[in-house]
């Protein structure tokens, strides 16, 4: 058993080349972050080789896969994107939004998401 206090943890920002706007995020364990988006921010497209389930905690975001239309998420919901599957997910224009990110394997960067592709 390993123990990993709270207050150990560090709380980065992510990456501009491949986030729009703020987004913090903290390690929790390997293959798993929580992420804080501020309102309108979010991930650029990209996919997992293994797949990723992200749980929401608070506030209200969106996620979309390539070729769909955007979905709203909000606290307690949990999204499960399959291997392979081109998406985005990120906070709602109003919104705050936190959710826990768990994924094997790295993270395959694509382009980011445009305005019109995350207004529309």
């Known amino acids: 058993m390993k123990h990993i206090p709270s207050r150990t943890l560090t709380m980065n920002s992510a990456p501009e080349a491949n986030f729009t706007g703020e987004v913090w995020m903290e390690r ?7 992420v804080t988006f501020t309102p309108g921010a979010r991930t650029a497209w990209h996919t997992h080789p293994h797949g990723q389930t992200l749980i929401v905690l608070s506030g209200v975001g969106r996620v979309q896969k390539r070729g769909e ?3 709203t998420m909000i606290a307690g919901d949990v999204v499960q994107i399959d291997a392979g599957e081109e998406h985005w997910h990120g906070a709602a224009p109003d919104s705050l939004m936190q ?3 768990i994924n094997a394997g790295e ?4 382009a980011k998401v445009t305005d019109g592709e995350y207004g529309g």
């Open 107 to 110: 993270t395959v960067w694509l």
């Open 28 to 34: 929790q364990a390997v293959g798993v972050l929580r």
């Open 99 to 101: 959710h826990i990110a």
């Open 69 to 71: 239309a955007a979905l």
